[in-house]
């Protein structure tokens, strides 16, 4: 639930009153008047940023001109001067937000930086950071993963032109700086390279000093300089950073280095907890993510629970009701906090929560929701120092404005629109649904913390759904049940923050306290991301969120007209938990997959490799974990598997190992098994770390090995050991290649299937394979090499003479896999073909004459009227065929 303020004094603040004070004073109309002009302001500063000067000018002296008709014509008195008086003041909203937009806009084309990048030139320049660094994920194209980078906003000072001139600016700049992903280093080997890992930890030190810089500090740096990829981004140039830690020419100001010395303290302070406690506490009270690790970044995402650590209103809002109470009864005799207690009067009380938010926007840096939060607190705080009483979506209205001229590129920020719009569902929305929810005696707290929930989520779905393509079915109960340890563990967050630069080791014991809430907010997050049903596919882009947003205004019309109607509502709730759970023998019921009693599962990952090996009830071998954790863990929980006795990493390519998180998250995992040849480097590096953080061991294949585990039985075929030798005594060549080291499995179940999976070995390796092996039987299943491609060995084909040979491949991929010529040789050797880029995800079931193959992507295609064709895309030719969405011998 993006940008949701979970704080239950607002929602009871907005509604007007306040429990247990005789005589409260009640709260008159809303007033609406700064709404009309904010969102008009809004508007014209999205639409204009990045558009031409002299159109922006026009529209600016248009709405002007016609604002000024409206206020200067004679006076009438009624509804006619209120309706102009309005629409005046929404035209120049608008006037404002374009003009706004206009001269940022004009900001970053002034000066020869944009001319520069449109020409992609090398410069020497003098930048000031402006933000904190953040680091962005690596993507795994092909078998490698591509460079991370870290990302800083900069202002570029001075710059140094290919001819030498030199010029004072002021532009600011993306910075870019390429992170090697840990794919070079050498070839690596069959021993820990030193070479390796002497790369390794200087690619460390370079990140960990490009993570460490502050806001203001000074830096000269040189690169090439690229065009913004989209006309309203707010830089007027991408710099390209060569390589190597900054250079350092000014340091930060006095005011930034106390700022990251508090970050730094409460960092240091929280060392020693568990790791998800470690990685989320800095996250809920400062923003600080760093730590938190690709799993538990996925988990808070499925369950809408990302602005817990986006340093939202709710932060703030704990902070200053330690300070002022509810900001319902900031202005009564009656009111509490500290303040009262301190002797502070209201104006007092107003500087001092001021000075508070300040100091809160400097050390949680000055992000969309911080913004928005501080803005909206200094207009609540401005009223209580005056005395006049003030609703908060007038304040809300305010902070809107003034956002948008201060900072016009907020206009176009998601996360500041999620943040809006949560905090108008909270003092709008929420109030009346929590009214009606006590109206049907539900308690007062469960009724208002259920109404914020639903509320933000309500009016947030849709817009997730724009760029994330997905809604969330447990972010309401997630969000219940997070709530009530947020503001314990952000309070003895702060408490911590402020005690580590003078005493760390109170600091480090109120850490060791807040690690109880912080934790229990993590498992809920884990929880819910583990259910089957936790998130569904939605389309994207704006056409998807009007499509949500349609289905949500239906789905409360028939909420409300249902709502006296307990039993209609149980049984929606049932089916909607149902959803959510996905019992399997339900799930196969509904949509045949899995198949009952399967064997073999080859996952849908995309250009990758992972599948699944049962081993009981329950439980699977699973064999390489894709490119993608998400993939992974979604194949594996639909396949039912939570028990995981091996994880067996054919090879270190990204393409076989970067979904290990996935495969790993919320099952019990005994082992990781992994080729003897420890190259790519980083990706060793990656599983090690990977495994370690949730304390499993990794152990290497042993040519000539056999396991055991439950109706399965497997041995090790390939790579033979460093000398070159192998069980029957013929000689071969150890590899030196990734893939020529993939681990070879023979694998043999209970019921008679036998299974060969070939990684991806290429022709040297597979003749390798036949000739240290000259009694390889045939098989019943093979997984074909290296995503099918065209460099496959004839002579093991026809060795192993399979009767259904199945190729994980993306569809689309860039390398043309599976290769047509590979796809003929296996069917002219009378074999039936799979593939998961055109029939999704494949399982094995039964035995002998009644083994067969059940394709899901098939199956749901066979529905809508597909018929039986070849994996080549033609007619099957004749032979062992495939019936309606199976195969069968």
């Given at each position: 639930?993006?940008?949701?303020?979970?704080?239950?004094?607002?929602?009871r603040?907005?509604?007007?009153?306040?429990?247990?004070?005789?005589?409260?004073?009640?709260e008159?109309?809303?007033?609406?008047?700064?709404?009309?002009?904010?969102?008009?302001a809004?508007?014209?500063?999205?639409?204009?940023l990045g558009a031409?000067?002299?159109?922006?000018?026009?529209?600016?002296?248009?709405?002007?001109?016609?604002?000024?008709?409206?206020?200067?014509?004679?006076?009438?008195r009624?509804?006619?001067?209120?309706?102009?008086?309005?629409?005046?003041?929404?035209?120049?909203?608008?006037?404002a937000?374009?003009?706004?937009?206009?001269?940022?806009?004009?900001?970053?084309?002034?000066?020869?930086?944009?001319?520069?990048?449109?020409?992609?030139?090398r410069?020497?320049?003098?930048?000031?950071?402006?933000?904190?660094?953040?680091?962005?994920?690596?993507?795994?194209?092909?078998?490698?993963?591509?460079?991370?980078?870290?990302?800083?906003?900069?202002?570029?000072?001075?710059?140094?032109?290919?001819?030498g001139?030199?010029?004072?600016?002021?532009?600011?700049?993306?910075?870019?700086?390429?992170?090697?992903?840990?794919?070079?280093?050498?070839?690596?080997?069959?021993?820990?390279?030193?070479e390796?890992?002497?790369?390794?930890?200087?690619?460390?030190?370079?990140t960990?000093?490009w993570?460490?810089?502050?806001?203001s500090?000074?830096?000269?740096?040189?690169?090439r300089?690229?065009?913004?990829?989209?006309?309203?981004?707010?830089?007027?140039?991408?710099?390209?950073?060569?390589?190597?830690?900054?250079?350092?020419t000014?340091p930060?100001?006095?005011?930034?280095?106390?700022?990251?010395s508090?970050?730094?303290?409460?960092?240091?302070?929280?060392?020693?907890?568990?790791?998800?406690?470690?990685?989320?506490?800095?996250?809920?009270?400062?923003?600080d993510?760093?730590?938190?690790?690709?799993?538990?970044?996925?988990?808070?995402?499925?369950?809408?629970?990302?602005?817990?650590?986006?340093v939202?209103?709710?932060?703030?809002?704990?902070?200053?009701?330690?300070?002022?109470?509810?900001?319902?009864?900031?202005?009564?005799?009656?009111?509490r906090g500290?303040?009262?207690r301190?002797?502070?009067?209201?104006?007092?009380t107003?500087?001092?929560?001021?000075?508070?938010?300040?100091?809160?926007?400097?050390?949680?840096?000055?992000?969309?929701?911080?913004?928005?939060?501080?803005?909206?607190?200094?207009?609540?705080l401005?009223?209580?120092?005056?005395?006049?009483?003030r609703?908060?979506?007038?304040?809300?209205a305010a902070?809107?404005?003034?956002?948008?001229l201060?900072?016009?590129?907020?206009?176009?920020?998601?996360?500041?629109?999620?943040?809006?719009?949560?905090?108008?569902?909270?003092?709008?929305?929420?109030?009346?649904?929590?009214?009606?929810?006590?109206?049907?005696?539900v308690?007062?707290?469960?009724?208002?913390a259920?109404?914020?929930?639903?509320?933000?989520?309500?009016?947030?779905?849709?817009?997730v759904?724009?760029?994330?393509?997905?809604?969330?079915?447990?972010?309401?109960?997630?969000n219940?049940?997070?709530?009530?340890?947020?503001?314990?563990?952000?309070?003895?967050g702060?408490?911590?923050?402020?005690?580590?630069?003078?005493?760390?080791?109170?600091?480090?014991?109120?850490?060791?306290?807040?690690a109880?809430?912080?934790g229990?907010?993590?498992?809920?997050?884990?929880?819910?991301?583990?259910?089957?049903?936790?998130?569904?596919?939605?389309?994207?882009?704006?056409?998807?969120?009007?499509?949500?947003?349609a289905?949500?205004?239906?789905?409360?019309?028939?909420?409300?007209?249902?709502?006296?109607?307990?039993?209609?509502?149980?049984?929606?709730?049932?089916?909607?938990?149902?959803?959510?759970?996905?019992?399997?023998?339900?799930?196969?019921?509904v949509?045949?997959?899995?198949?009952?009693?399967?064997?073999?599962?080859?996952?849908?990952?995309?250009?990758?490799?992972?599948m699944?090996?049962?081993?009981?009830?329950g439980?699977?071998v699973?064999?390489?974990?894709?490119?993608?954790?998400?993939?992974?863990?979604?194949?594996?929980?639909?396949l039912?598997?939570?028990?995981?006795?091996?994880?067996?990493?054919t090879?270190?390519?990204a393409?076989?190992?970067?979904?290990?998180?996935?495969?790993?998250?919320g099952?019990?995992?005994?082992?990781?098994?992994?080729?003897?040849?420890?190259?790519?480097?980083?990706?060793?590096?990656?599983?090690?770390?990977t495994?370690?953080?949730?304390?499993?061991?990794?152990?290497r294949?042993?040519?000539?090995?056999?396991?055991?585990?439950?109706?399965l039985?497997?041995?090790?075929?390939?790579?033979?050991?460093?000398?070159?030798?192998?069980?029957s005594?013929a000689?071969?060549?150890?590899?030196?290649?990734?893939?020529?080291?993939s681990?070879?499995?023979?694998?043999?179940?209970r019921?008679?299937?036998?299974?060969?999976?070939?990684?991806?070995l290429?022709?040297p390796a597979?003749?390798?394979?036949?000739?240290?092996?000259?009694?390889?039987?045939p098989?019943?299943?093979?997984?074909?090499?290296?995503?099918?491609?065209?460099?496959q060995?004839?002579?093991?084909?026809?060795?192993?003479?399979?009767?259904?040979?199945?190729?994980s491949?993306?569809?689309?991929?860039?390398?043309?896999?599976?290769?047509?010529?590979?796809?003929?040789?296996?069917?002219?050797?009378?074999?039936?073909?799979?593939?998961?880029?055109?029939?999704?995800a494949?399982?094995?079931?039964?035995?002998g004459?009644?083994?067969?193959?059940?394709t899901?992507?098939?199956?749901?295609?066979?529905a809508?009227?597909?018929?039986?064709?070849?994996?080549?895309?033609?007619?099957?030719?004749?032979?062992?065929?495939r019936?309606?969405?199976?195969?069968?011998?």
């Amino acid at each position: 639930m993006a940008g949701t303020e979970t704080v239950r004094g607002t929602v009871r603040a907005a509604s007007g009153g306040r429990r247990g004070v005789a005589g409260a004073r009640r709260e008159g109309p809303v007033d609406l008047r700064l709404v009309g002009p904010a969102l008009a302001a809004w508007a014209a500063a999205a639409l204009t940023l990045g558009a031409p000067g002299g159109g922006t000018a026009l529209a600016v002296g248009l709405c002007g001109v016609v604002a000024g008709v409206l206020l200067l014509r004679p006076r009438r008195r009624g509804r006619w001067r209120g309706t102009a008086v309005a629409a005046a003041g929404v035209l120049l909203g608008a006037a404002a937000g374009a003009a706004s937009a206009g001269l940022h806009g004009a900001d970053l084309r002034r000066g020869p930086v944009p001319g520069l990048a449109e020409e992609h030139a090398r410069v020497v320049a003098d930048v000031t950071v402006t933000s904190d660094p953040r680091r962005s994920a690596p993507r795994v194209h092909g078998n490698r993963t591509a460079d991370a980078s870290v990302l800083t906003n900069a202002e570029v000072t001075e710059v140094t032109a290919p001819d030498g001139a030199v010029t004072r600016v002021r532009t600011p700049v993306l910075l870019i700086t390429r992170l090697p992903s840990g794919e070079r280093g050498g070839s690596g080997g069959w021993e820990p390279n030193a070479e390796a890992r002497r790369t390794a930890d200087t690619d460390e030190e370079v990140t960990s000093a490009w993570m460490r810089l502050l806001p203001s500090t000074g830096l000269r740096l040189s690169g090439r300089l690229a065009p913004p990829r989209r006309p309203g981004d707010p830089y007027g140039a991408a710099l390209y950073v060569d390589g190597g830690p900054p250079r350092i020419t000014t340091p930060p100001n006095a005011v930034q280095r106390a700022a990251g010395s508090l970050r730094e303290g409460l960092r240091t302070a929280t060392d020693g907890l568990p790791p998800d406690p470690r990685a989320l506490l800095p996250g809920l009270v400062v923003g600080d993510t760093t730590r938190m690790t690709q799993d538990l970044r996925a988990a808070f995402e499925t369950t809408d629970l990302t602005h817990l650590t986006a340093v939202s209103g709710s932060n703030l809002s704990i902070v200053l009701i330690l300070l002022i109470g509810p900001a319902g009864m900031a202005l009564h005799a009656e009111r509490r906090g500290m303040a009262p207690r301190l002797g502070l009067s209201l104006r007092v009380t107003a500087v001092a929560g001021g000075a508070l938010t300040l100091a809160f926007v400097l050390v949680c840096r000055p992000d969309p929701s911080v913004l928005r939060a501080a803005a909206c607190g200094l207009v609540t705080l401005l009223a209580i120092g005056t005395g006049r009483r003030r609703s908060l979506i007038p304040a809300l209205a305010a902070a809107v404005l003034l956002l948008v001229l201060y900072e016009p590129w907020l206009a176009r920020s998601y996360g500041f629109l999620l943040s809006v719009l949560a905090t108008g569902a909270l003092l709008a929305i929420a109030p009346r649904w929590s009214a009606a929810l006590r109206a049907r005696r539900v308690p007062a707290r469960v009724a208002e913390a259920l109404a914020a929930a639903a509320a933000a989520q309500a009016v947030c779905a849709p817009v997730v759904a724009v760029f994330a393509a997905r809604v969330s079915l447990v972010a309401v109960p997630c969000n219940l049940f997070a709530e009530f340890a947020v503001a314990p563990a952000t309070v003895l967050g702060f408490v911590t923050l402020a005690l580590a630069p003078v005493a760390m080791q109170a600091a480090r014991l109120v850490a060791e306290c807040a690690a109880w809430p912080t934790g229990w907010v993590a498992a809920v997050a884990r929880t819910g991301a583990a259910l089957p049903g936790a998130r569904v596919d939605w389309p994207d882009g704006w056409w998807g969120g009007l499509l949500l947003a349609a289905v949500t205004v239906v789905l409360l019309a028939a909420g409300r007209r249902l709502a006296g109607r307990p039993w209609v509502l149980l049984g929606c709730a049932v089916l909607l938990l149902v959803a959510v759970v996905r019992p399997v023998p339900l799930t196969r019921l509904v949509v045949g997959w899995p198949p009952p009693g399967w064997v073999f599962a080859l996952c849908d990952v995309g250009q990758g490799d992972a599948m699944a090996l049962a081993a009981g009830e329950g439980a699977a071998v699973v064999v390489d974990a894709g490119p993608d954790p998400e993939s992974a863990d979604r194949c594996l929980r639909e396949l039912g598997v939570h028990r995981v006795p091996m994880v067996l990493l054919t090879h270190f390519h990204a393409d076989h190992v970067a979904g290990l998180p996935g495969v790993l998250r919320g099952r019990d995992v005994g082992v990781v098994q992994t080729t003897g040849l420890l190259a790519p480097p980083g990706r060793v590096a990656f599983v090690h770390r990977t495994a370690a953080a949730v304390e499993v061991p990794v152990v290497r294949a042993v040519p000539g090995e056999r396991r055991r585990a439950g109706t399965l039985d497997w041995e090790v075929l390939w790579p033979p050991d460093p000398a070159g030798t192998t069980d029957s005594g013929a000689l071969v060549t150890a590899p030196d290649e990734p893939n020529d080291a993939s681990v070879t499995l023979l694998v043999r179940t209970r019921s008679g299937v036998s299974l060969l999976l070939l990684g991806d070995l290429e022709p040297p390796a597979q003749r390798g394979l036949t000739r240290a092996h000259p009694d390889l039987p045939p098989v019943d299943v093979l997984k074909v090499a290296h995503h099918g491609s065209a460099h496959q060995d004839p002579g093991l084909l026809h060795r192993v003479r399979p009767r259904l040979a199945v190729v994980s491949a993306g569809r689309d991929n860039p390398y043309g896999h599976p290769s047509p010529r590979t796809l003929a040789a296996l069917e002219d050797s009378g074999a039936a073909v799979l593939r998961t880029d055109r029939d999704g995800a494949i399982a094995v079931t039964g035995a002998g004459p009644d083994l067969r193959a059940v394709t899901r992507r098939r199956r749901l295609r066979r529905a809508a009227g597909a018929g039986p064709r070849s994996a080549a895309g033609g007619r099957r030719r004749p032979g062992p065929h495939r019936t309606g969405t199976a195969w069968s011998p």
